[in-house]
């Protein structure tokens, strides 16, 4: 009786601590490290809202970043941004929002969710992708609530939901 109660002891805390191991807090841990280690990245993305699918990719080296999506393009030195609208022949120039985590304004800091902004609460775990939610810790803040699709096995990013008023905004990576 004494080694079936141990056993079963043991099988918790074997269970406990997997389960430990892939919390919302340690996935969204890894993926920010994982993606702060690199020094340089690329990723080809595809944006669903509503009936529209539009495919971007983006390029990162340090804090500056080049996008292209769909027809138009962004290019950021680090302090500003520079949307290139070919359509209308424009440049817009902007200041880089440094506390931004939308993938299509600051695509630097769109996996940079470890500095206390937002809460992490794991919604389920499906064929090894574990999708995290998160909610800002600020009242007013931009965007409402981020669903992460992380890859539990290789800390890899899968999607992004964007809840913003209801709307959402998809984003497969």
């Known amino acids: 009786m004494k080694k079936f109660i141990a056993f079963i002891f043991t099988m918790l805390c074997v269970v406990n601590s997997f389960a430990q191991g892939n919390s919302a807090e340690t996935l969204i841990s890894r993926l920010s490290e994982q993606i702060r280690s690199m020094e340089n990245y690329e990723v080809e993305f595809e944006v ?3 009936d529209q699918n539009i495919k971007g ?4 080296s340090g804090d500056k970043y080049y996008i292209s999506i769909g027809d138009a393009e962004v290019f950021c030195d680090g ?4 949307e290139v609208n070919p359509q209308n022949k ?3 120039v902007d200041a880089v929002d440094p506390k931004s985590h939308n993938i299509l304004t600051n695509p630097t ?3 940079d969710f470890i500095d206390g902004e937002f809460n992490f609460a794991m919604v389920g775990t ?3 992708i574990a999708t995290v939610k998160l909610t800002s810790t600020a009242e007013n803040a931009a965007l409402g609530v981020i669903f ?3 890859d539990t096995a290789t800390a890899q990013p899968r999607s992004l939901t964007y809840d913003v008023d209801g709307d959402q905004i998809a984003i497969k990576v």
């Not at 990719?57 to 990162?60: G, I």
């Open 48 to 50: 669903k809202s509503g």
């Open 57 to 60: 990719y983006y390029a990162v």
């Open 79 to 82: 302090s500003a941004r520079y």
């Open 90 to 92: 424009e440049v817009t």
């Open 109 to 111: 800091r769109a996996f």
């Open 126 to 128: 499906e064929a090894g």
């Open 148 to 150: 992460v699709a992380i």
